[in-house]
């Protein structure tokens, strides 16, 4: 048997770095574990969704992408194809899929989603 033990890497809320991709971004991002922290191929995030926002269309050329939905409802969309998505769904992206996810929630209320990319080639935010 192997004697050798990984230790897990463990991280609160107020260690989560949060983003906007840009200025006028309508979602944000707090990774939780990414490439520098945990020395894997993987980003994990949480992803908040103003009122009526959405992520811009993107693809990711050799990444599966998953999202689990924490709160809320919104529409996924891949390659033009609509779902709608609500809490407790799942849903996976497969690499090259042009998607974007959008809440379509009440004004008061937060749509927020888990998010996992892996593996991690040259992910920048």
Known sequence: MD???????????????????SPDATNRLAIVFDPATVNLSITYCIEIFDVDGKT??????????????????????CDGKEVVIRSGDTLLVPPTGVHEIRNTGSSNSHFEINGVLTPILKFKI
């Open 56 to 77: 811009p269309p993107n693809r990711h050329l050799f990444a599966v992408e998953t999202f689990f939905v924490l709160k809320g409802e919104g529409i996924a969309i």
């Open 3 to 21: 004697e050798s033990c990984v230790i897990p890497v463990v991280k609160s809320p107020h260690e989560y770095q949060a983003y906007r991709i």
